[in-house]
């Protein structure tokens, strides 16, 4: 029986991976954790941690006796620029705090599986940008992209050095309306669906052709879920999975918004995440998901488009 452990059960993955994981193992069996108190997602139990206080994080472990612990406090690319320093320190101290945990808890003979997310921030200027293979050059220009390709060099090497059972996902940009999301440059793909349903033209601070890879949630949870249960003998990545779901442009998605509300309007004003956008992949070559664990992409762009206008509508204040 697993006792999971999610770090940052407030954000915007956090909150439906613990609702998603609460379904698929009981509510007993999952503990939401967080810096600031919040719901508990529909798991039984929420504890306040801070992923940079070690000590806390071996205390709960052990308290739970946690098998699975899912890292998801972070700061992403574009509140990381305001603040570098802090995003390094959390976004490498939290991962190398659980990194630790689990190296210690499994020479104890107490297994602690990982997961923790990468991103399309790991590439840069230099990595080819469509189809981008699963390995290939990185130069990462964002303190979050560094932090992720320096926190993917770090997964690789626990479980080479240590035996640690951590795994991990290159998120594309991440769709979704149940939690706001917080400070990322993909977020214009958000935002664009509340100001359409509010009636307003959209300012969109990326250029119209600046076309991304994206995800809508329930295919990112079912990704990381897929990952987190797939046998250890088929994963022939330790670093990080390239995980495609869809890839399009803002022009693209206001186009998409406009075939079910013909009165949508936008305007391009691009601002200081354009040139973060301008570094990263426009697609990415997941096969070597898809032969390992059988990963694929169910929901297109006009899928998400529509169930995006229904549910934000639905939970629009
Ligand atoms: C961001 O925009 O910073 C994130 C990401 C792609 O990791 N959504």
Redesign the pocket.
């Known amino acids: 029986m697993e006792k999971i452990l999610v770090i940052g059960a407030n954000g915007q993955i956090g909150s439906e991976l613990v609702e998603a994981l609460a379904l698929q193992h009981g509510a007993d069996h999952v503990i939401a954790a967080d810096i600031a108190p919040a719901s508990l997602y529909g798991a039984k139990n929420y504890v306040v941690i801070d992923v940079l206080n070690a000590a806390r994080l071996a205390e709960i472990v052990h308290q739970y006796q946690i098998t699975q612990v899912y890292q998801l406090a972070a700061l ?3 509140t ?1 620029e305001q603040a570098p320093l802090k995003a390094w320190d959390l976004n490498m101290n939290g991962l190398l705090n659980i990194l630790e945990l689990a190296r210690t808890r499994g020479e104890a003979g107490h297994p602690l599986k990982v997961f923790w ?1 990468s ?3 790991a590439f840069g200027p230099n990595t080819p940008p469509v189809n981008t293979p699963q390995y290939t050059i990185m130069d990462p220009s964002t303190i ?1 992209g560094i932090s ?1 390709l320096a926190g993917e060099r770090l997964c690789e090497y626990y479980v080479e050095k240590y035996g640690v059972d951590v795994r991990s996902i290159r ?4 769709i979704s309306y149940k939690s706001p ?1 917080g ?5 214009y793909a958000i935002a664009i669906f509340h100001a359409a349903l509010r009636g307003e033209t959209y300012d969109c601070f990326l250029a119209p052709d600046t076309t ?1 890879p994206m995800i809508y949630m329930p295919d990112a949870i079912r990704a990381t879920i897929s990952l987190m249960d797939a046998p250890v003998s088929q994963l022939t990545v330790r670093s990080s999975y390239n995980v495609a779901g869809i890839s399009f442009n803002p022009r693209e998605l206001a186009l998409s918004i406009k075939q079910n509300l013909p009165a949508f309007t936008i305007h391009y004003t691009p601002d200081s995440r354009q040139a ?1 956008a301008a570094t ?1 992949p426009q697609s990415l070559d997941d096969s070597q998901a898809k032969a390992d664990w059988g990963w694929q992409a169910k929901i297109t762009l006009e899928m998400m488009v529509k169930d995006m206008l229904k549910n934000v509508r639905v939970g629009q204040t």
């Open positions: 992403l690319s574009a990381g997310p991103s399309i921030a979050y992720k998120y594309p940009g991440i999301p400070g990322g440059t993909t977020d991304l973060i990263w």
